[in-house]
């Protein structure tokens, strides 16, 4: 499995506090399947994004534990500021410096013009990967606008969890309900330690492979996700079956 989102990179958000926590996450993330990790730290109003602390502490990872393979990007929270920088300076932010990056919404807002935000990016052949939609009440509460977003061009990730039922009833069925419009490209850990919030994704890969067919969890915990960390478009533009069928069919 390739997990497209965890943060690994020890004292530099609320992820991982310390070198032996870093190490014993990737080593769960190893032994339950994961071969490629991507790291992806906050950038927000809390945490400073560094990119050059970040390659640092990612290559001393990779020198620690080598069999998995680490990965750099950003959890990259929409804020004027930050999307101001990344107009400028889109390899910064995005995943192995090519075309994919995670976006993150605020918890209690909409922002209102995240349409040009999404169209310029996408002009600049940069493309969004929306985090965790099913853990974001906001977004769950306007689903014509989060499925527009994805028919513009926007992916989506959802978070492992949230399969599980870590994150509630609520968070399930929206994960469930993505799943089941086929509107979702990719399944993550969106790990932070090795207890709570792990990066084990066996349990959510066999939820997947049980409801929605080994095709779909190979898309959404392998293939789409090999496709981002080489900079290449997703196969077959990343969409899996889904599982019923409705009026309306969204492409891009």
Same mark, same amino acid.
Request: aromatic share 10%.
């Given at each position: 499995?390739? @997990?497209?989102?965890? +943060? ?33 730290? +906050? ?6 994004? *560094? ?23 950003? *959890? ?10 990344? =107009? ?18 605020? *918890? ?23 985090? +965790? ?13 989060? *499925? ?18 870590? =994150? ?27 207890? @709570? ?7 959510? +890969? ?43 069919? =969204?492409?891009?």
């Amino acid at each position: 499995m390739i @997990d497209i989102h965890s +943060h690994i990179i020890y004292g530099v958000d609320d992820g991982s506090k310390d070198l032996e926590t870093s190490l014993e996450m990737l080593r769960l993330a190893w032994e339950h399947g994961t071969t490629d990790i991507v790291a992806t730290p +906050h950038a927000n109003g809390e945490f400073t994004y *560094d990119p050059y602390l970040n390659k640092g502490r990612v290559e001393q990872l990779r020198a620690h534990c080598g069999e998995i393979q680490i990965h750099t990007g950003c *959890d990259f929270h929409l804020s004027l500021e930050n999307v101001e920088d990344a =107009f400028q300076n889109p390899a910064k932010y995005t995943i192995n410096g090519h075309q994919y990056l995670l976006v993150e919404f605020p *918890d209690g807002t909409l922002i209102p013009n995240i349409d040009s935000v999404f169209e310029q990016f996408l002009r600049m052949r940069v493309i969004p990967i929306i985090t +965790h939609p099913e853990r974001n009440w906001v977004i769950q509460s306007n689903r014509p606008k989060f *499925d527009a977003w994805v028919e513009l061009g926007a992916l989506v990730q959802v978070t492992g969890g949230s399969l599980t039922g870590r =994150f509630g009833k609520n968070a399930k069925k929206f994960a469930e309900d993505l799943l089941n419009d086929g509107l979702c490209h990719f399944i993550a850990s969106d790990a932070h330690d090795t207890r @709570d919030r792990h990066p084990k994704l066996r349990n959510a +890969h066999d939820i997947v492979t049980q409801k929605w067919g080994e095709e779909t969890a190979e898309t959404l915990f392998t293939a789409n996700g090999r496709a981002v960390i080489a900079g290449e478009p997703l196969p077959s533009n990343g969409r899996h079956q889904p599982a019923r069928k409705k009026k309306r069919w =969204f492409f891009f």
